[in-house]
């Protein structure tokens, strides 16, 4: 069963899920390349599909701060705007981490800057605490 244990960036732990397990937000979380990530897109049916936590490839691949993985998830159409099962949203785990990239790739593939977590933070209110100038500066440039 993976876990994840929130932290600054690098000091997330991530178990991998069963390796038999054949889902994408499975394939994802145990750190498939590009190209297996695309196989599995070209035969699931809903690429927002999640795991037994309600995570779906695209968490999973803002956990593990893969920004190719996460263009490919975003180019084929994966919701930017999806809660996890406990209501965290990919903005905020992009914000948390401080992945300015990612950040911006979310933007451009619709991911709402105003939306609260399940906590009632916004994007906003997770880079000022996180201590993220530069992400805030892309929040508010991306508002204007």
Known sequence: MPTFS?????????V???RSDPTLPN????????????????????IDEVDFKGWTGLHWAL????????????????????PTGTGRIP???AMRSGQGDAVRMLLEAGADPERADSDGKTPLVVGLVGKYPE??????????
Do not use: M
């Open 6 to 14: 929130p932290g600054r960036r690098g000091q997330g732990i991530v």
């Open 16 to 18: 991998p899920n069963d």
């Open 27 to 46: 394939l994802v979380c145990n750190g498939a390349t590009v190209d297996e990530v695309k196989a599995r897109l070209a035969e699931v049916d809903d």
């Open 63 to 82: 956990v593990r701060e893969v920004p190719e993985v996460i263009a490919l998830l975003l180019e084929s159409g994966a919701e930017p705007n999806k």
């Open 91 to 93: 903005l905020n785990i």
């Open 135 to 144: 992400l805030v500066a892309i929040l508010r440039e991306w508002g204007d």
